[in-house]
């Protein structure tokens, strides 16, 4: 790909006016946000998608070394108002699987920690972490009922206890996860741009405090670095 001779902004030139084609090597996530979502803060609600000409072509890269495929289309989603990043698998014959970033992630990471983000989310997938949580919580929905069964207790007691089990279940799965799509990056983009990342969210306090779905960003730092 060129650029048209007439264009005085070199091969990072951000218009779309039909004339400049952009070197896509050299277009960074933080380009793509300002050519993609109005407003420097990403104001707004709806999701951009995002074709394979859009992105760059180090996520073609990556998918490929990591052997995930990403919907022939639209493998990317941009989330103007969301913090996080989000695998979002193919399921029962719908749109390939793609990935769902925000763009206050983008905008608070360096191109560095974005690289991790997009090979934590690509391990996801790899390693079909949906699949597992959602037989694990039939399995747990089971072991719940089955704990409250058992239990002597008045009807309700048995059904909070059996719903514990089940939550406690969900998030010790989903908390497995999310360790184990760190590792899985960091055999493709290496410990230290994973380490990296992991630094950038704890110091911007993307999530300093641990849900059900997720462990801080700083006891991931920590595991991670209990696998050396």
Request: charged share 20%; aromatic share 6%.
């Amino acid at each position: 790909m060129s650029v048209h001779p007439s264009c005085r902004s070199g091969p990072r030139c951000l218009k779309a006016c039909g004339e400049c084609v952009y070197l896509k090597i050299t277009m960074t996530w933080h380009d793509i946000i300002r050519l993609h979502v109005a407003g420097p803060s990403g104001q707004g609600n709806d999701l951009v998608g995002l074709r394979w000409s859009d992105v760059p072509g180090s996520l073609s890269e990556l998918a490929d070394r990591m052997n995930v495929s990403l919907d022939s289309q639209f493998p990317v989603e941009i989330a103007p108002s969301w913090r996080g990043a989000r695998a979002l698998p193919n399921l029962w014959g719908g749109r390939g699987n793609r990935i769902r970033i925000g763009v206050a992630l983008v905008e608070k990471l360096s191109p560095e920690a974005l690289e991790a983000v997009l090979a934590h989310e690509l391990a996801h997938l790899k390693c079909r972490h949906w699949e597992l949580l959602l037989l694990g919580s039939i399995l747990a929905t089971l072991g719940g009922i089955a704990v409250g069964l058992a239990l002597k207790t008045p009807e309700v007691a048995g059904l909070i206890a059996g719903g514990m089990v089940l939550v406690g279940a969900f998030a010790a799965m989903s908390w497995a996860a999310e360790f184990e799509a760190d590792g899985v990056a960091a055999c493709y983009v290496g410990r230290k741009t994973v380490r990296v990342m992991l630094r950038e969210l704890r110091e911007r306090g993307f999530r300093r405090r641990p849900e059900l779905t997720h462990p801080t960003d700083g006891l991931r730092l920590k595991f991670l670095d209990s696998r050396d």
